[in-house]
């Protein structure tokens, strides 16, 4: 069952910002004067508007913050950003101004910073075909960029999102900091233990889920030293990525957007967050050519990281236990929610069962 098919009261449930409130700010924080305010209907976590003003030619994003993970999402953000433009060449946006804590005057979370050129990568694809050659051109650049993130950004031993401190502090769903990777899988496990017993759309399903969990705690762990933690986008596919297509034969990225799910993580979870598009790409020999360029720069990959089978299954047991786009439903009663939640369980089993015999 695709998220897609059940409509849910979104993080932007409730969440506005007017142009009033943006000329406020920006004349705090700019002292410039709005002329244009546009409202962009894109993403899913957050309101996004584009501003010109008459002082500068330079435009500007504002990103104000869905009701959801309160102030850790936007810290992570603004850090993120900050170490890339230190250490690393990829095209990002500048943050000006931020506010993380809703007790401001405009109520909400908030990142002001400048708009990179270029169109959404997910948008052209909607509207052309792209050719093997241009998709190459493009995913040697995006290879350039993830091989940047992992070895000119310094590494962390600690698994979580950035904060504003420098250290590395909780996920988005305020759980860790984790030393190693078992202590993040099997956490993430148990935590969804709270939402079977306290959310009622899981009632359904709530005993085998449980059932599971507890037979997943008994399963032992291979060693996962050899797993380094990595600096991770967390959500880096073509719908984050921003491109000049003037020239079809000579496109390039122009900026990578979006890295409010950023942290210091296994390099094995940017497959399972990251890349959909590339993977879901209809000619498969590019999945395998971005494998390639990514081997060439050193960056592992499912050929390359150890026990990536085993991680991969970890990963689908954990994040059906108790679906995030089952949460917070417009119906809860539609019929498509029991169906989507028997097919989380029989996800959860299948595997669990795989786990098992691996594993005992």
Same mark, same amino acid.
């Given at each position: 069952?695709?998220?897609q098919?059940?409509?849910r =009261?979104?993080p932007?449930?409730?969440?506005s910002?007017t142009?009033?409130?943006?000329?406020?700010l920006?004349r705090?924080?700019l002292?410039?004067?709005?002329?244009?305010?546009?409202?962009?209907?894109?993403?899913y976590?957050?309101?996004?508007?584009?501003?010109?003003?008459t002082?500068n030619?330079?435009?500007?994003?504002?990103?104000i913050?869905?009701?959801?993970w309160?102030r850790?999402?936007?810290e992570?953000?603004?850090?993120a950003?900050?170490?890339?433009h230190?250490?690393?060449?990829i095209?990002?946006p500048?943050?000006?101004?931020?506010?993380?804590?809703?007790?401001?005057?405009?109520?909400?979370?908030?990142?002001?910073?400048?708009?990179?050129?270029?169109?959404?990568?997910g948008?052209v694809c909607?509207?052309?075909?792209?050719?093997t050659?241009t =998709? =190459?051109?493009?995913?040697?650049?995006?290879a350039d960029?993830?091989?940047?993130m992992?070895?000119?950004?310094?590494?962390?031993?600690?698994?979580?999102?950035?904060?504003?401190?420098?250290?590395?502090g909780?996920?988005?769903?305020?759980?860790?900091?984790?030393?190693?990777?078992?202590?993040?899988?099997?956490?993430?496990?148990?935590?969804e233990?709270?939402?079977?017993?306290?959310?009622?759309?899981?009632?359904?399903?709530?005993?085998?889920?449980?059932?599971?969990?507890?037979?997943?705690e008994?399963?032992?762990f291979?060693?996962?030293?050899?797993l380094p933690?990595?600096?991770?986008?967390?959500?880096?596919?073509?719908?984050?990525?921003?491109?000049?297509?003037?020239?079809p034969?000579?496109?390039?990225?122009?900026?990578i957007?979006d890295?409010?799910?950023?942290?210091?993580?296994?390099?094995?979870?940017?497959?399972?967050?990251?890349?959909n598009?590339i993977?879901d790409?209809n000619?498969k020999?590019?999945?395998?050519?971005?494998?390639?360029?990514?081997?060439?720069?050193?960056v592992?990959t499912?050929?390359?990281?150890?026990?990536?089978?085993?991680?991969? =299954?970890?990963?689908r047991f954990?994040t059906?236990?108790?679906?995030?786009?089952?949460?917070d439903?417009?119906?809860?009663d539609d019929p498509?929610?029991?169906k989507s939640?028997?097919?989380?369980?029989?996800?959860?089993?299948?595997?669990l069962?795989?786990?098992?015999n691996?594993?005992?």
């Open positions: 069952m695709s998220s098919l059940l409509e =009261k979104g932007r449930d409730g969440i910002f142009r009033e409130q943006a000329e406020s920006i705090t924080h002292h410039e004067t709005i002329t244009s305010f546009e409202c962009v209907d894109i993403g976590n957050n309101l996004l508007f584009f501003i010109k003003t002082e030619r330079q435009e500007y994003a504002l990103k913050g869905g009701r959801y309160i850790i999402k936007t992570a953000e603004v850090r950003l900050q170490l890339l230190e250490y690393t060449t095209p990002v500048k943050v000006l101004a931020y506010s993380s804590d809703r007790n401001n005057e405009f109520g909400v979370e908030w990142i002001l910073m400048t708009r990179l050129p270029g169109q959404n990568l948008d909607s509207r052309q075909t792209l050719t050659n =998709k =190459k051109i493009l995913i040697r650049d995006l960029y993830v091989a940047q992992h070895f000119k950004v310094p590494r962390y031993n600690q698994i979580g999102a950035f904060t504003l401190d420098g250290r590395i909780t996920d988005l769903n305020k759980l860790g900091p984790w030393s190693t990777y078992e202590q993040f899988i099997r956490t993430r496990a148990q935590s233990r709270s939402v079977l017993n306290t959310n009622p759309v899981f009632a359904p399903i709530k005993d085998a889920m449980l059932d599971a969990i507890e037979r997943f008994r399963l032992p291979p060693s996962f030293d050899h933690f990595v600096f991770s986008h967390g959500d880096l596919d073509f719908h984050n990525i921003l491109v000049c297509m003037d020239d034969d000579s496109p390039r990225i122009t900026g957007v890295w409010e799910w950023a942290g210091s993580f296994p390099c094995s979870e940017e497959y399972f967050t990251s890349y598009t993977n790409d000619d020999d590019i999945q395998e050519f971005f494998f390639d360029e990514l081997d060439k720069r050193n592992l499912p050929r390359t990281i150890q026990h990536f089978s085993l991680l991969k =299954k970890f990963d954990v059906n236990l108790a679906s995030w786009y089952l949460t439903l417009t119906n809860p498509a929610v029991n939640l028997q097919e989380c369980r029989s996800t959860v089993q299948s595997t069962e795989e786990l098992q691996e594993l005992l």
